[in-house]
């Protein structure tokens, strides 16, 4: 079953420009006849540059805004016009954005969510214990949210789009501002999340770390219109242009560049080769190379995800 | 999942908020302090005055003072709630409560006027301990004291309303200070904020009837003898009624409006 489906959705912001008596009407088409569908239990991420559309994107899907025309589902229900029924059914997560009470506790606004979202009081305090270990929030559970660091509040964040068990679980850039650990226990939390209860997880984000840890599927849109969607593994194998090489040699050696080889770096017995893969057959190459040369060491390394992405944006 | 009372959840969201009010005491106990300076230091003006001539307007200083007083209450209740609407739309910040299941419009109203009745209780109670030792009880029956607070609780649910649509026209032009500024500041000029509505002129106290920003504090007029209690108490509904509906169809409107870029 899908649980997100879209057919040529369009939508249209309209600017007031110019001084008082002067003003203008400036129309900004974000988002150009997107369509797309997403299976229950995928893990899909949305991508693109800034103003390309994702979080315009993801608050039509929410019901936050209204589109200018065209179709969409969202757990079969339409999300503008079953903003009330539809949010028993999501959760939602805006990394720049809290719907935690600043000023009491996390499990103050929980309790609250348990109102809100009309779940039962024996289930709530079930599926928030299992929650609170899931999330490792024993410690801070009951400390005002504005004195929590930015990982531990976007912790509690989650838990409260999860409180009432949503199908989907859509991220606006999660993992905006945390450090290094914080995002890997975050991507951890999610990745299990998806395994343990088939929640379909929709994220935006501008960390490809986020979208290689966590999503098998990744659509790129920028300017308001789908460029890729395909399958995150592929699409660092169709874009993958250049390789890096760094061989060792087992006594010195004298490397030149060649067609297609270009050498980055080199001393007598190392050297780093980029190749360029529309003019060199790798495989060849290096068999090539190693029955040519007395080799010690190779390493080969693929652009990262970061790399193809930003070579994807340049192109489009 | 069991589906409850809505009516429930909204007596929850605005029992939530009281404990955010209750959560910085400090901010609670300088409101405190700055209403009852002013009810004093408004008071004793008026004593002085009203020695040139005890009774102005069938009105005696005790009762301008108790009338004043009145009209605080209500503005400490219900004051300054525009802004809630103008940060949230200004902020973005919307985009975290309009995607709940529950009425926008009306958590925010439950939110307000709960948290409002609790500081009408705090700074009722305060008023009693001080104006009684320091000017004395007015001449008010037990049938009064029931208007005052039914008169006090319509005042600052109409108040909200008002506020909540003057905040809500940050949908259309973003900055709503300057209208609130505007609206209230005549308000204040016939709500008997400074001056005892009673000794307005009489084109005053009808404007001050019709005025939507002043009539909240009509409490204010109590110990007039022409006010009609029950008269007013109809007025204050037909605004309350009217209000609500333009807020709800303000907010339908609004709710085509919303843009919120970025994150």
Not at chain 1, 44 to 61: D, E, F, V, Y
Not at chain 1, 118 to 141: A, P, S, W
Not at chain 1, 282 to 304: C, G, H, M, R
Not at chain 2, 238 to 258: C, E, H, Q, Y
């Amino acid at each position: 079953m899908e649980a997100i489906h879209v057919r040529d959705l369009n939508k249209e912001f309209v600017f007031n420009e110019g001084k008082i008596f002067k003003k203008k009407n400036k129309k900004v088409q974000a988002l150009k006849n997107i369509s797309l569908d997403v299976k229950k239990g995928e893990t899909i991420a949305l991508i693109g540059p800034n103003g390309a559309g994702k979080s315009t994107m993801i608050k039509i899907l929410t019901g936050i805004l209204n589109p200018t025309n065209g179709i969409a589902t969202v757990c079969g229900l339409c999300p503008w016009e079953k903003r009330k029924e539809l949010a028993f059914k999501i959760g939602t997560v805006f990394g720049q954005r809290s719907q935690l009470s600043f000023h009491l506790s996390a499990r103050d606004s929980f309790v609250l969510y348990e109102k809100i979202y009309e779940i039962e009081h024996d289930v709530f305090q079930n599926r928030l214990n299992r929650l609170i270990k899931l999330f490792e929030i024993e410690e801070f559970i009951d400390q005002p949210v504005r004195k929590l660091s930015l990982g531990q509040r976007m912790r509690c964040e989650i838990i409260s789009s999860l409180l009432h068990n949503p199908e989907i679980i859509f991220l606006d850039e999660p993992t905006i501002g945390l450090d290094v650990v914080a995002k890997r226990n975050l991507r951890d939390i999610l990745r299990n999340l998806n395994k343990e209860f088939n929640t379909t997880i929709f994220l935006t984000s501008h960390d490809t770390g986020d979208i290689e840890a966590l999503c098998e599927r990744t659509v790129i849109i920028n300017e308001g219109e789908i460029v890729i969607d395909q399958k995150t593994l592929d699409l660092k194998q169709t874009y993958i242009k250049k390789k890096k090489l760094y061989v060792r040699f087992s006594k010195p050696t004298e490397f030149k560049n060649g067609d297609g080889v270009n050498v980055l770096d080199k001393n007598e017995f190392d050297v780093t080769l980029e190749m360029d893969l529309e003019k060199v057959n790798f495989k060849e190459f290096l068999e090539k190379i190693v029955s040519t040369y007395d080799i010690a060491d190779i390493n080969i390394e693929d652009p990262s995800l970061e790399e193809v992405i930003t070579s994807i944006y340049e192109k489009k | 999942m069991k589906r409850n009372n809505s009516f429930l959840k909204y007596i929850s969201i605005g029992f939530w908020s009281v404990k955010e009010v209750f959560m910085y005491p400090a901010n609670l106990l300088g409101r405190l302090a700055i209403y009852i300076i002013r009810i004093l230091a408004f008071g004793w003006i008026y004593q002085s005055l009203f020695k040139i001539n005890p009774s102005v307007s069938e009105i005696t200083a005790v009762d301008a003072v108790w009338s004043l007083s009145f009209v605080q209450l209500v503005y400490q209740s219900s004051g300054h709630v525009f802004n809630e609407f103008q940060n949230d739309v200004k902020s973005g910040n919307i985009a975290t409560q309009i995607n709940k299941p529950y009425n926008f419009l009306y958590s925010k109203y439950a939110k307000l006027f709960i948290s409002g009745i609790f500081k009408f209780i705090i700074f009722s109670i305060a008023t009693v301990i001080v104006l009684i030792p320091v000017f004395g009880v007015p001449d008010i029956t037990f049938t009064m004291i029931l208007a005052v607070i039914i008169l006090c609780l319509l005042g600052v649910m109409l108040n909200i309303l008002v506020e909540c649509c003057i905040g809500m026209l940050a949908f259309w032009i973003e900055e709503t200070g300057p209208v609130y500024q505007v609206f209230s500041r005549l308000a204040w000029l016939f709500n008997g904020t400074f001056v005892p509505v009673a000794i307005l002129p009489e084109w005053m106290k009808i404007f001050s009837l019709i005025y939507p920003l002043g009539i909240p504090f009509v409490v204010g007029r109590i110990f007039e003898d022409s006010f009609n209690t029950v008269f007013i108490i109809v007025i204050l509904l037909l605004w309350i009624i009217l209000f609500f509906v333009i807020n709800n169809l303000m907010f339908k409107n609004a709710n085509k409006r919303i843009a919120i870029h970025g994150g």
